[in-house]
């Protein structure tokens, strides 16, 4: 009864915000403007997100202070002293926070006309965002995975390849949801667990997501440019490298930590051995629902929704219907074995409602002035569409930076981009940057939160926002660094 209440709640915030959102824009019309019918009013807004006019010149620097805001407070505040940091682990706050640096940053961006952005943002781009998470977390959430093999280096090893494997085939959020909870089981008996979930982190949430555009949001939005489905299997020999190298520092990396385990712990590591046993298949077919749903239900296969976008909700309708139809196929205890809670995917709600509307200056501003960032090389695109995807959301930076290599080559469509190899290049490091860099930091891609929150609900001790930092300057800088010479020199 509590779960059927705490999922009423979250999908009745999502439908608020639509709604909200959908009369702030109804009124927000000029007298003095020609008003234009429905069905153009909701394209220009849907396809252009507000004023071309504008181009960001009237926005001021210091319009993304709530953004740097936010981010400060998903870095500090955690590690505040101990009333500060227990006030901060209540969702509701953070939803508290999240509408207060949201709302300042909504009245800067109303105050200069930028109203229809907003709105694109939170309904073409947020609610859609949050649903597909929502989804498959929840389908995911009815897939149990029983049994509690030896912890060791080398089947550790083995959740994370077969997760960046998945990665690319049910998305990284799925792939994520899946598997993270069976790897906690197994290293329960574990107390050196923590580089496990952040290597997890970085493979199966982020790195494992590059070889289809239902890996990780950039490819989907660039799929729905126009860039062929196939074409970022082109992208595997720079994920292979990047999984290789990982897998080898995490291998050394364990087993050093596993030799740190008391003899206790790896006794009852040994002797608390069950057998591996899957429940819950059902779900499989939902999440393959999800998949056809992402894949499909979109203006390249129902024209229509150039002209209507709103028509596009079709795919969010069938994503929330087959919530339900999880709910009502499965057995309420695979839910209970897997101690599955609405608590990470409300996190993650609350603070990325606030996340989307503050960094809206900030992506406004590098669009506006990208071309001064003096980004015209494959390494360049790379570093800067990787650095900003790691502290902005990364599917908006990749527009972004796709929309900077279309007015560096001139060319007018991504086909174009394609037919000329040293163009092609650029598309690659856009790419590679988006989906690698997630994972820089834990708002980089929003599965990167949900697992911080599933390992915490499982007593595993996360580092803080700096703490991951050193994690991803130590590991993952570096082998960035090597694929720069080896990719896009």
Not at 60 to 82: R, T
Not at 125 to 149: H, N, Q
Request: with cysteine.
């Amino acid at each position: 009864m509590q779960l059927k209440k705490k999922l009423g709640v979250f999908l009745a915030l999502v439908l608020a915000v639509s709604l909200n959102t959908s009369y702030i824009f109804s009124q927000d019309s000029s007298p003095t403007e020609t008003t234009p019918t429905t069905e153009q009013h909701a394209t220009e807004h849907a396809t252009e997100g507000g004023h071309d006019e504008h181009k960001g010149n009237d926005l001021a620097i210091w319009s993304v202070i709530p953004f740097m805001i936010i981010l400060l407070c998903i870095a500090i505040l955690p590690i505040s002293p101990h009333h500060i940091a227990h006030w901060w682990e209540q969702n509701n706050n953070k939803l508290i926070i999240s509408g207060v640096l949201g709302g300042v940053a909504f009245g800067i961006l109303a105050a200069n006309g930028w109203i229809g952005k907003i709105y694109h943002t939170l309904v073409f781009e947020y609610i859609p965002f949050i649903i597909l998470l929502g989804s498959l977390f929840y389908i995911s959430g009815g897939i149990v995975l029983k049994g509690d093999i030896k912890a060791t280096p080398v089947n550790n090893l083995l959740f994370l390849l077969i997760g960046s494997f998945l990665a690319s085939i049910i998305g990284t959020t799925g792939a994520s949801m899946l598997l993270i909870r069976p790897l906690l089981k197994t290293n329960s008996e574990r107390k050196h667990v923590v580089h496990t979930v952040v290597f997890f982190i970085f493979m199966v949430s982020n790195i494992g997501g590059s070889l289809t555009p239902l890996g990780d949001p950039p490819l989907f939005l660039g799929y729905l440019q126009g860039v062929p489905f196939t074409w970022t299997f082109s992208l595997f020999p720079e994920m292979i490298l990047a999984i290789v190298i990982l897998s080898v520092v995490y291998f050394i990396w364990d087993t050093i930590q596993y030799k740190k385990e008391t003899k206790v712990d790896i006794k009852q590591d040994v002797t608390h051995i069950e057998p591996i046993s899957l429940s819950g298949q059902v779900n499989f077919l939902w999440l393959f629902g999800i998949v056809l749903s992402v894949a499909f239900l979109n203006e390249n296969y129902i024209p229509a929704i150039k002209h209507n976008p709103y028509i596009g909700f079709i795919r969010e309708a069938i994503m929330i219907a087959l919530i339900f139809v999880s709910k009502f196929t499965s057995d309420p205890k695979l839910r209970e074995h897997n101690k599955f809670t609405l608590h990470p995917i409300q996190e993650v709600a609350y603070l990325f409602i606030g996340i989307f509307i503050t960094m809206i200056p900030a992506l406004i501003l590098l669009e506006s002035n990208g071309k001064s960032l003096g980004v015209t090389q494959p390494w360049q695109f790379f570093w800067a569409t990787g650095l900003f995807s790691s502290v902005l959301d990364n599917a908006p930076t990749y527009l972004t930076f796709l929309s900077l290599a279309k007015g560096l080559t001139g060319a007018t469509n991504v086909h174009q981009i394609l037919a000329n190899p040293e163009w092609e290049q650029l598309l690659k490091a856009i790419s590679v940057g988006a989906v690698f860099m997630g994972a820089n930091t834990y708002i980089g891609n929003a599965p990167n939160f949900m697992v911080k929150s599933v390992a915490e609900e499982n007593k595993v001790k996360m580092p803080s926002f700096g703490g991951y930092l050193l994690y991803s300057f130590g590991v993952l800088i570096p082998l960035f660094g090597l694929i720069t010479i080896i990719f896009f020199r």
